[in-house]
């Protein structure tokens, strides 16, 4: 398997612009979760599904935040409009679910906005 | 709520030499799972190690062990035999084991370094 698959890998953007991230998660599994990685704040979930309808997006830091996951193999995180402070690594990880079951993480998108 | 608190901001280890990276945890779940992943310089998240919190050994994979004392809420990644590769980020994990919930909460990381 190709493993978590995200693009762009690298974003940069002035203030303002919309950006938007997507992920194809690995097959089969059935949870897709949005992270975001900063020096600051570390690795904060965002959101995470489960067979394409959000669970939990109590991460979300804003309304200026969404995600979709309009079917099993795509899922996409939109920033709208972006701020500076918005800069970071966003991780797209995917897993079955429960148990010993890990997080396979793809190779993350780094945001810059100007 | 879940809680993960590693206190070595970073560390120095000579190659060859086995190196404890500290985890300490706190929850309500009274069941759940650990993890512990690696973020080498290139930034990719690479799992390395999972335990069961009614897992009754303690979990090994390879160079990787977990000393998972649960009286302690405590769950050390013990490295044996560093070598270079070794050198990165790791961020120790937890998950409640509770139905339909996969939030994992990460700690802040400790840097490692390992030295020739």
């Known amino acids: 398997d190709a493993g978590v698959i995200q693009s762009p890998r690298h974003e940069v953007t002035e203030m303002g612009q919309e950006v938007t991230l997507r992920c194809k998660p690995i097959s089969g599994h059935d949870y897709l979760f949005w992270y975001r990685q900063t020096m600051m704040r570390g690795l904060e979930l965002l959101i995470y599904?489960?067979?394409?309808?959000?669970?939990?997006d109590s991460g979300m830091p804003e309304d200026r935040f969404s995600a979709k996951m309009p079917n099993a193999s795509f899922s996409t995180l939109k920033i709208q409009p972006s701020e500076p402070r918005d800069s970071a690594v966003y991780f797209c990880?995917?897993?079955?679910?429960?148990?010993?079951?890990?997080?396979?993480f793809g190779p993350g998108t780094r945001l810059t906005v100007t | 709520a879940q809680k993960i608190t590693q206190t070595q901001p970073g560390m120095f280890v000579q190659e060859k030499e086995a190196v404890t990276l500290d985890c300490t945890y706190d929850t309500s779940d009274p069941s759940y799972g650990l993890f512990w992943y690696k973020q080498p310089s290139s930034g990719e998240m690479i799992f390395l190690i999972y335990q069961g919190s009614y897992d009754q050994q303690n979990a090994t994979e390879g160079r990787y062990s977990l000393n998972f004392q649960k009286a302690r809420k405590s769950a050390n990644l013990v490295i044996s035999a560093s070598q270079l590769g070794d050198s990165a980020m790791y961020f120790c994990a937890m998950r409640g084991d509770i139905f339909g919930n996969e939030k994992l909460t990460f700690g802040t990381g400790t840097r490692l370094t390992i030295i020739p």
């Open positions: 990880a995917s897993s079955l679910s429960g148990g010993s079951n890990e997080q396979y």
């Open positions: 599904f489960n067979n394409n309808v959000p669970i939990d």
